[in-house]
């Protein structure tokens, strides 16, 4: 009898939908092969999961979610691996690589607040409002458009954010939409499922560049498994392939972590070249610079380096 396929994840129940959503397209593609038709999901626990008062940036940065589950992998204990691949480090262990990025969900983020009020913005906060996120990032283009936000860390999963803000201690959170979608959280354009005391808007990409990466869903394997490769690599996303290897070969040139106060989304415009927005605060400077490029799409790359080239002469 055929061996199921081992799929590891982190045991969060986003994490899990995620999975979910990754193991159905492949059913869907391979809808004769019972190695994915009945495929064992193996939850790990991760490093990141298990610290809750602390902030990514202190502890070791995003990568601690993908840590353990890279050694289950590396040690076979499971055939391949899904993330979401803002968690997943530019720079891979050469035993490793990606075999197939899904299409990408949408990448903006969305503002949460306590309010029945109508209209919910980032402007229409509050003087010193209090604001949570663990996400440097976040941070740096929040207080560029609002300097008097006090913007403090939150951690803990999806469902564990929205609470601490029913419970009052913050005026607003900021949370990726794709995150809140796979968790069927949204009602309505504003309106949370099971929330009914909080309002959301989806934040611009001119207010908040995403995360290198958000919104795409990886598959992890290692490298000298072929097999693997061939059999994932039948859902990877073409679009989505080119665009985040711009992403990532910008992170590689900028030397960027989970630390950095860096963002970029690469898109295609209708004439089918590369469209590259990068936002960047370094805390040594004390402001940020935004920059867009224009490149190809049959190197990627290049756009990525070029991007982080600029970056550097504005520093």
């Given at each position: 009898?055929?061996?199921?396929?081992?799929?590891?994840?982190?045991?969060?129940?986003?994490?899990l939908?995620?999975?979910?959503?990754?193991?159905k397209?492949?059913?869907?593609?391979h809808?004769?092969?019972?190695?994915?038709?009945?495929?064992?999901?193996?939850?790990?626990?991760?490093?990141?999961?298990?610290?809750?008062?602390?902030?990514?940036?202190?502890?070791?940065?995003?990568?601690?979610?993908v840590?353990?589950?890279?050694?289950?992998?590396?040690?076979?204990?499971?055939?391949?691996?899904?993330?979401?691949?803002?968690?997943?480090?530019?720079?891979?262990?050469?035993?490793?690589?990606?075999?197939?990025?899904?299409?990408?969900?949408?990448?903006?983020d969305?503002l949460?607040?306590?309010?029945?009020?109508?209209?919910?913005?980032?402007?229409?906060?509050k003087?010193?409002?209090?604001?949570?996120?663990?996400?440097?990032?976040r941070?740096?283009?929040?207080l560029?458009?609002?300097?008097?936000?006090?913007?403090v860390?939150?951690?803990?999963?999806?469902?564990?954010?929205?609470?601490?803000?029913?419970?009052?201690?913050?005026?607003?959170?900021?949370?990726?939409?794709?995150?809140?979608?796979?968790?069927?959280?949204?009602?309505?354009?504003?309106?949370?499922?099971?929330?009914?005391?909080?309002?959301?808007?989806?934040?611009?990409?001119?207010?908040?560049?995403?995360?290198?990466?958000?919104?795409?869903?990886v598959?992890?394997?290692?490298?000298?498994?072929?097999?693997?490769?061939?059999?994932?690599?039948t859902?990877s996303?073409?679009?989505?392939?080119v665009c985040?290897?711009?992403?990532?070969?910008?992170?590689?040139?900028?030397g960027?972590?989970?630390?950095?106060p860096?963002?970029?989304?690469?898109?295609?415009?209708?004439?089918?070249?590369?469209?590259?927005?990068?936002?960047?605060?370094?805390?040594?400077?004390?402001?940020?610079?935004?920059?867009?490029?224009?490149?190809?799409?049959?190197?990627?790359?290049?756009?990525?380096?070029?991007?982080?080239i600029?970056?550097?002469?504005?520093?």
């Amino acid at each position: 009898m055929t061996s199921p396929y081992r799929i590891g994840t982190r045991k969060s129940p986003l994490a899990l939908k995620q999975t979910d959503i990754l193991v159905k397209s492949l059913q869907q593609a391979h809808a004769k092969d019972l190695r994915i038709q009945n495929p064992e999901i193996v939850g790990i626990t991760t490093t990141g999961d298990c610290v809750q008062d602390k902030s990514l940036s202190e502890i070791g940065g995003k990568a601690l979610f993908v840590k353990e589950i890279e050694q289950a992998l590396f040690e076979k204990r499971i055939d391949f691996a899904v993330h979401s691949l803002k968690d997943v480090e530019a720079n891979l262990c050469p035993d490793f690589q990606l075999a197939c990025v899904l299409e990408r969900e949408v990448v903006n983020d969305v503002l949460i607040v306590k309010s029945r009020a109508h209209e919910v913005s980032v402007g229409c906060l509050k003087t010193d409002a209090i604001v949570g996120t663990c996400s440097p990032r976040r941070k740096a283009q929040l207080l560029d458009l609002r300097p008097d936000l006090r913007v403090v860390p939150l951690t803990g999963n999806i469902l564990t954010r929205l609470v601490r803000l029913e419970e009052g201690a913050l005026d607003a959170i900021v949370l990726a939409f794709a995150g809140l979608k796979r968790l069927d959280l949204f009602e309505d354009d504003a309106q949370l499922k099971g929330h009914p005391n909080l309002k959301s808007c989806l934040l611009s990409l001119e207010e908040m560049i995403p995360a290198v990466g958000q919104g795409v869903l990886v598959a992890e394997i290692l490298k000298s498994d072929k097999a693997t490769f061939d059999f994932l690599k039948t859902i990877s996303h073409k679009e989505t392939e080119v665009c985040i290897r711009a992403e990532r070969s910008l992170l590689k040139e900028m030397g960027g972590d989970c630390k950095t106060p860096i963002a970029a989304y690469c898109s295609f415009t209708s004439s089918s070249e590369l469209f590259l927005k990068v936002f960047y605060a370094p805390l040594e400077l004390k402001k940020s610079i935004r920059i867009e490029l224009f490149g190809a799409m049959d190197d990627p790359e290049a756009l990525g380096i070029r991007a982080g080239i600029e970056l550097k002469k504005r520093l």
